[in-house]
């Protein structure tokens, strides 16, 4: 019986690790691992001993006899990336994972870091950090809450890949963990700052800003970017109030990766099944009031460049009613034939399998569709006060095409912002680095005590686990410049750092706060049958956070004691 991973493979690697035959591929230190887009478990190697389904933090890893069946499409997609043997054929060799990349060895100590985010590369950096002795962690997060993409930009129809907060939660509550939530880098407290109460700093604060798509009437009532509406849908305070209209029977998503899929998805699934997640009260109003009956998912180039990933393919033509125009029908036959690549063949079957837009008209579908298109280069945005069209081009010619359209949303990418006291590589919008060691952008020189992990260092590209081995190479080199005493010792007293910050921020939310403001969310949600219900509201989370019971004098001293020994 063996093991398959689904859907909600996160690239996190724990499995990789926890395999004693070593049969989970790609693993970090192999060349596709950067581009793959999930693990794989080779069906002819697996033992069945269970060690990665325990190892899993999203539950994506199940026996083959007991995948439910929207999930049965990974039987074919697992074993198809490892090559047919032949009968007796040895097996495939085994990772060289562990030489390659070794734990880091801290030989000396204490050491204190500060780490500025709290998404996954922040915490897969603590993690690492938190397995030496005598390491102390500061997390700082701008929001009352933590996790980054993993609580605003995961769509709350994906409750499996939000689960890997459980092992979040967990690195949160060892020894020598802080949080300092609701405090702003920059703002609250500087670089030089919190050099002078750690040896070091790793920043891990993503690529926060969208990719703007420079076109007339963007920029109109009626349009905005993906990655806002997920953030919408999610709760996430600085988009509460954002204006969305579904008013309109059509909606357009310029861009077709992962978070087209995703936005297309919820706004086509029936709000009933919405409800049951963690979705924002204001987003599932909004949908459940939708006259919106077709998403058309537009990109400009042609199938086999489509960004979007296999097993989210796979997951969003199981759920939703998804078709194609004819004349995409006739691209996909054309790239199938010409194409070798395994996994774009894969997706192209798919493609090739989906009805016709013609045979299923919109007046008389089901319920609302979602209908990709390709080669459309988009030119303009229509509209007189706010959106109603969008002007296409057909790609490589000088041909017009126009969607009516009352939403008008770009998915083309996220962009890093820059990091004060930091350089910043504007083409790549990323912190100029050597494997993490911030480097001066024109010398190449190392800048002290400065590190990045996550997707303000190497860009926006990978999964959620991705982040895995990235932060780990980031702490590697930490580790390797502080045994050699290439670290100056900080210069601040113990308890400066939590006195300045209770002066610079008074609303500054601590892990106790923080564990309230969850703990409230989880009882609203179990309410109305759901995972959680969120607050939006900073004021009311910081109303929640402050009203936790504080830790007594006796319990800090003991704390700071045990840390330090």
């Known amino acids: 019986m063996p093991h398959v991973i689904g859907q909600s493979c996160c690239n996190d690697t724990s499995c990789v690790f926890a395999c004693p035959v070593y049969c989970i591929h790609p693993s970090p230190d192999e060349p596709d691992f950067a581009t793959a887009e999930m693990l794989y478990i080779d069906p002819e190697a697996c033992v069945d001993c269970g060690a990665c389904v325990r190892a899993c933090p999203v539950d994506a890893i199940s026996p083959d006899s007991l995948l439910p069946e929207n999930q049965l499409p990974f039987l074919a997609v697992n074993a198809s990336y490892y090559p047919e043997r032949e009968p007796g054929t040895k097996l495939p060799p085994t990772s060289k994972l562990a030489p390659i990349m070794p734990a880091p060895e801290l030989r000396r100590g204490p050491l204190s870091v500060a780490i500025v985010g709290s998404g996954p590369a922040a915490m897969y950096a603590a993690d690492e950090l938190l397995t030496q002795p005598r390491v102390r962690v500061s ?16 769509a709350p129809d994906h409750q499996s890949t939000k689960r890997i907060t459980r092992l979040f939660d967990q690195i949160t509550r060892r020894d020598g963990f802080s ?3 609701n405090v702003e880098v920059g703002k609250h407290i500087g670089h030089h700052e919190l050099l002078a109460h750690h040896h070091a700093v790793i920043y ?9 798509l420079d076109i007339e009437g963007m920029g109109l009532p009626g349009t905005g970017t993906a990655t806002e509406l997920v953030a919408w849908i999610n709760g996430h305070p600085d988009f509460v109030d954002l204006p969305v209209d579904l008013s309109h029977e059509r909606a357009v998503i310029i861009g077709n990766g992962n978070v087209a899929l995703d936005v297309a998805r919820v706004l086509t699934r029936d709000p009933a099944t919405l409800a049951r997640t963690d979705i924002s009260d204001a987003a599932l109003a909004a949908l ?7 998403v058309v998912i537009a990109a400009r180039r042609g199938p086999a460049q489509s960004a979007f990933t296999l097993p989210e393919l796979i997951g969003l033509t199981g759920v939703a009613d998804v078709v194609l125009d004819t004349a995409d029908h006739e691209l996909v036959r054309r790239d199938l034939a010409e194409v070798t690549d395994r996994m774009t063949r894969n997706k192209l079957e798919i493609l090739t399998n989906l009805p016709d837009a013609a045979d299923v008209p919109l007046t008389q579908a089901r319920r609302p569709r979602i209908r ?8 303009r945005v229509i509209g007189d006060g706010r959106a109603t069209a969008v002007e296409f081009e057909v790609t490589g010619t000088d041909e017009l095409v126009t969607l009516d359209a009352g939403l008008v949303l770009t998915s083309i990418g996220y962009r890093g912002k820059p990091i004060r006291d930091l350089p910043f590589d504007e083409g790549s919008a990323t912190v100029p680095n050597d494997h993490g060691r911030v480097v001066h952008a024109v010398t190449g020189a190392r800048i002290p005590g400065a590190y990045v992990a996550g997707w303000i260092k190497r860009g926006p590209t990978g999964f959620i686990g991705t982040n895995k081995s990235c932060s780990m190479q980031t702490v590697q080199q930490l580790v390797e410049d502080f045994n050699a005493e290439l670290l100056p010792d900080p210069v601040a007293k113990a308890g400066a750092l939590e006195r300045l910050l209770q002066i610079r921020q008074p609303d500054l939310i601590d892990e106790a706060g923080w564990q309230a403001i969850d ?10 049958g759901r995972p959680r219900d969120k607050f939006t509201s900073v004021p009311e989370m910081v109303a929640v956070a402050a009203a936790a019971p504080k830790p007594t004098l006796r319990q800090r001293i003991s704390d700071k004691i045990h840390q330090l020994v």
Request: hydrophobic content about 40%.
């Open 179 to 181: 949080f300092y939530l």
């Open 519 to 528: 703990a409230a969310e989880i009882a609203r949600g179990a309410a109305a």
């Open 139 to 154: 997390m700082f997060e701008k929001l009352p809450t933590p996790y980054g993409l993993v609580r605003a930009g995961v």
């Open 288 to 294: 459940s009031a939708s006259n919106i009956n077709e």
């Open 204 to 212: 891990a604060s993503g690529a926060p800003n969208d990719r703007r």
């Open 372 to 379: 990709f298109a390709y080669q459309r280069t988009p030119r």
